[in-house]
């Protein structure tokens, strides 16, 4: 199997975890956690339910989306006009009220995703964000220098390919749609699903191509 990051350990990339410790945003949370707690609004047990439900979404539930796009075209321009709408066509509801927006790689185009506030992420589709993409170097990093970023996990976008950098936020999160490897035209939607890394539906990287999946 190639190279995947979405095991990443601290050590992968040491230069997104420079930062330690608890962000303003993540203290105010658990305030409010434990004051809903204290007030009745909540108990334990739903705080338990909705992170044991976070914690079952991981990277292939965004990988089906992903595949289903490669091989539908009519699913990839409803993707793509209204993701929302489109995801939930595969039984994915959004919990939260921002939006979602799906973004397409191609030759001449790369996108990146970052949240540089906080850590906004599309969690339903791809589970819980990295420490990495969660760091203040990151964060900062991916806005300055993000074929730096890029490159630190492996990839090098061509030089004639436009990087643009999106600045996830509470009302809008973003999905890239990774370009189709060349030398998939042949495959499953499941072979194809199982190309799609966390990294490459974040922009850090590429989808996997069949020959370095197969090593």
Not at 75 to 97: I, M, N, Q, T
């Amino acid at each position: 199997m190639g190279a995947n990051h979405d095991d990443a350990s601290h050590g992968d990339h040491p230069g997104m975890l420079g930062d330690s410790g608890l962000s303003e945003r993540a203290k105010r949370a658990l305030a409010i956690r434990e004051l809903l707690l204290e007030k009745g609004i909540i108990d334990a047990d739903d705080v338990r339910r909705r992170a044991d439900e976070l914690h079952r979404r991981s990277p292939a539930d965004g990988a089906r989306v992903v595949a289903r796009a490669w091989v539908d075209d009519g699913f990839k321009a409803r993707l793509l006009d209204d993701a929302k709408a489109a995801v939930a066509e595969l039984g994915y509801e959004l919990p939260h009220e921002a939006e979602l927006a799906v973004v397409e790689n191609t030759d001449k185009l790369h996108n990146l995703v970052v949240c540089t506030l906080c850590s906004c992420y599309p969690t339903t589709l791809l589970g819980p964000p990295p420490d990495w993409y969660k760091s203040l170097a990151y964060r900062s990093r991916a806005v300055r220098e993000p074929r730096a970023v890029m490159a630190e996990f492996g990839f090098t976008p061509g030089d004639g390919v436009e990087v643009r950098v999106l600045d996830s936020t509470a009302d809008l999160r973003y999905l890239v749609l990774p370009a189709r490897p060349a030398g998939s035209e042949d495959m499953s939607e499941e072979g194809l699903a199982a190309l799609v890394t966390r990294d490459s539906m974040v922009g850090v990287t590429a989808a996997e191509s069949p020959q370095t999946a197969a090593v």
